[in-house]
């Protein structure tokens, strides 16, 4: 067990629809990074945030947004669904004196039908 | 163009064998991970290296700066090693760039 919580596990859900993704990082972790991992891509770096504020954006798009909150937690948003978002989500979140150490969630499942 | 490139993309192997895992990446990093995927999904983080080498149990992992490459080795490999083995690159701008993972499955 990494330390980090993700919920939920599965979603399943149809095209065009929204749904919100939760990470909860490690206690004392400031970083939280999210990935996408689908079947024909691979895993991708899509957003990561440090104390609450923006780091850095890989290949997110624009119908995804993200937020970390006060508490720390995030929450990816994903709009307009469409079926190649079918994919597994990670959550990651590295301690802040050692940023390049990450520790992974257990992922959250999303189907778009 | 891939930033990470990553070599066998599958591998099986005799329990008790010595594996090797290779990644080569075009970008300047940070640091390098290796990173573990069992079947259930999960990914556990193995080693992160930015010179030199690092030991875990029968884990190796070496990588060299100037030649931009890097080597997971498996001594004594088991059944329970099987998984997907994934090289990471944290490059400029906080940017993580992943190779496609090399499938290991041992067999008893």
């Known amino acids: 067990d990494s330390g980090v919580t993700q919920t939920p596990k599965h979603l399943i859900t149809a095209t065009g629809q929204r749904v919100t993704l939760r990470c909860s990082p490690r206690?004392?972790?400031?970083?939280v990074y999210w990935y996408q991992q689908s079947l024909d891509q691979g895993l991708q770096f899509l957003i990561q945030y440090y104390n609450g504020e923006e780091r850095a954006k890989g290949n997110i798009l624009e119908r995804f947004s993200a937020q970390q909150f006060p508490d720390l937690h995030s929450e990816l948003n994903l709009s307009s669904l469409e079926l190649g978002d079918s994919a597994l989500y990670f959550c990651a979140s590295s301690p802040r004196d050692r940023y390049n150490e990450q520790f992974f969630g257990p992922g959250t499942r999303l189907t778009v039908l | 163009k891939n930033e990470v490139e990553q070599s066998p993309q599958n591998l099986t192997a005799q329990e008790g064998e010595f594996i090797t895992i290779n990644c080569s990446y075009s970008?300047?990093?940070?640091?390098l991970h290796w990173l573990q995927q069992h079947p259930g999904g999960g990914i556990v983080s193995l080693f992160m290296?930015?010179?030199g080498k690092k030991k875990h149990g029968r884990l190796i992992a070496t990588i060299n700066i100037q030649e931009k490459h890097s080597s997971l080795h498996i001594t004594a490999s088991h059944p329970r090693d099987s998984a997907v083995y994934i090289c990471?690159?944290?490059?400029?701008?906080?940017?993580?760039?992943f190779g496609t993972g090399t499938s290991l499955t041992v067999i008893p």
């Open positions: 990471a690159v944290s490059g400029p701008g906080n940017q993580f760039y």
């Open positions: 290296l930015s010179s």
């Open positions: 206690s004392g972790d400031l970083s």
């Open positions: 970008v300047g990093i940070s640091a």
